[in-house]
């Protein structure tokens, strides 16, 4: 009945797609730091290739501390874009509560 709407009167799907691409980078960190602490051997978090941020060469010197850096920078964009979320569908909810 709804289906399309939240898109066009919300930047709901802007804000989901925005936490998606989020988890993406932080896996795709998580993974450059695992293997950078493991020196390429042992557990490492499968992440898809193309990927934004997808380690492209498995011999690449990691800093680990940028890395924990953009980890972290990454972590404040994700929880920025879910408070918008949640914003949204509170305002949403609102909204259609008093029609």
Do not use: C, W
């Not at 557990?43 to 941020?53: K, V």
């Not at 972290?72 to 008093?98: C, G, N, P, S, V």
Request: zero cysteines.
């Amino acid at each position: 009945m709804l289906y399309g709407f939240i898109g066009r009167v919300s930047r709901a799907d802007a804000l989901r797609t925005s936490l998606d691409v989020s988890a993406e980078r932080t896996r795709a960190i998580a993974s450059r730091v695992s293997q950078a602490s493991l020196g390429g051997d042992g557990f490492a978090l499968p992440i898809d290739p193309t990927a934004p941020g997808a380690p492209t060469a498995p011999q690449e010197p990691v800093d680990i501390e940028a890395e924990m850096a953009n980890l972290a920078d990454e972590q404040l964009h994700f929880e920025a874009a879910a408070k918008l979320l949640e914003k949204t569908y509170q305002q949403l909810r609102a909204t259609i509560r008093e029609r």
